[in-house]
Antibody
Framework: QLQLQESGPGLVKPSETLSLTCNVSGGSISSNSYFWGWIRQPPGKGLEWIGS???????YYNPSLKSRVTLSVDTSKNRFSLKLSSVTAADTAVYFC????????????WGQGTRVTVSS | DIQMTQSPSTLSASVGDRVTITCRAS??????LAWYQQKPGKAPKVLIY???NLESGVPSRFSGSGSGTEFTLTISSLQPDDFATYYCQQYNTYSTFGQGTKVEIK
């Protein structure tokens, strides 16, 4: 059973870069069975897909965020990461890491989510 | 970009009611649609995939239908555990979620 756990600062200053990591256990991040991604949820609002990637580095980004997002994989530590630059208050949200299993296309495994507030 | 529109935004219902939520895509997504249930403070959980396939372990009172641009999620007999927010998600092109439907107690 795959388990995902987000980690990173809960408070980020405006104009700075938000950095989060998702630690994967119960499976290998280098497996061809999974696709990895990030989804966020602003307070009281719906879900927004940020981006997805394979362990080989194939990435897909939400067009509305593409210019500010970088996804990466660290196979040695079995984890993947999100960087979102030039943050504003609009980037305040709960950030979930998630995984697509076996090319199914939908998000099957989820982390518990981590709250990030953008404020000075 | 493919936009997903859910209706209604909020639905008030009683235990035992039949509930239907609609999701419309801005262009055809074939059957590449999933439905999720989310409870406060928790991550979403997938209920239905490929428009009408019930995920393992999900109660059979949940069902999905549709293809192309129009989809529905039906709960045949609402149970106390079903009061939650429901999201559709297209995965025909990248990933887009609907804005959510909150099912609340009437």
């Amino acid at each position: 059973q795959l388990q995902l756990q987000e980690s990173g600062p809960g408070l980020v200053k405006p104009s700075e870069t938000l950095s989060l990591t998702c630690n994967v256990s119960g499976g290998s991040i280098s497996s061809n069975s999974y696709f990895w991604g990030w989804i966020r949820q602003p307070p009281g609002k719906g879900l927004e897909w940020i981006g997805s990637m394979s362990y080989r580095g194939i990435t897909y980004y939400n067009p509305s965020l593409k210019s500010r997002v970088t996804l990466s994989v660290d196979t040695s530590k079995n984890r993947f990461s999100l960087k979102l630059s030039s943050v504003t208050a609009a980037d305040t949200a709960v950030y979930f890491c998630a995984s697509i299993y076996d090319s199914r296309g939908y998000w099957f495994y989820w982390g518990q989510g981590t709250r990030v507030t953008v404020s000075s | 970009d493919i936009q997903m529109t859910q209706s209604p935004s909020t639905l008030s219902a009683s235990v035992g009611d039949r509930v239907t939520i609609t999701c419309r895509a801005s262009q055809s997504i074939s059957s590449w649609l999933a439905w999720y249930q989310q409870k406060p403070g928790k991550a979403p959980k997938v209920l239905i995939y490929k428009a009408s396939n019930l995920e393992s372990g999900v109660p059979s009172r949940f069902s999905g239908s549709g293809s192309g641009t129009e989809f529905t999620l039906t709960i045949s007999s609402l149970q106390p555990d079903d009061f939650a927010t429901y999201y559709c998600q297209q995965y025909n092109t990248y990933s887009t979620f609907g804005q959510g439907t909150k099912v609340e107690i009437k």
